[in-house]
């Protein structure tokens, strides 16, 4: 799995319009998309690049949440402590 993910990872940085367009049109691929993701990224799959992608968006906005619940956490102890001494 770590293979494949660095290699969809890896593809999203060679050609982020590609596969943005591949992920958004996901159902009709577009066989110019197509062409161009496979000249970026031979050693690819189309599915792998969705799914990982997808996959990785996910995680990033689960940790942002927790941090901006811990963030917002600590900022309202802090507010207490100004408010009420």
């Known amino acids: 799995m770590g293979s494949t993910f660095s290699n969809a990872m890896r593809c999203f940085i060679r050609c ?3 596969t ?3 992920i958004r049109n996901f159902g009709s ?3 110019r998309t197509l062409e161009l993701l496979k000249e970026v990224c ?3 799959e189309e599915e792998t ?3 990982y992608f ?3 968006i996910g995680v990033v906005f689960v940790i942002l949440s927790v941090m901006t619940y811990l963030f917002l ?5 802090v ?5 009420f001494p």
């Open 16 to 18: 982020p319009a590609c």
């Open 20 to 22: 943005l367009r591949l």
């Open 29 to 31: 691929c577009d066989p």
């Open 42 to 44: 031979p050693d690819i």
């Open 49 to 51: 690049v969705s799914y």
């Open 54 to 56: 997808g996959l990785f």
């Open 73 to 77: 956490y600590a900022l309202r102890l």
């Open 79 to 83: 507010w207490r402590e100004v408010l």
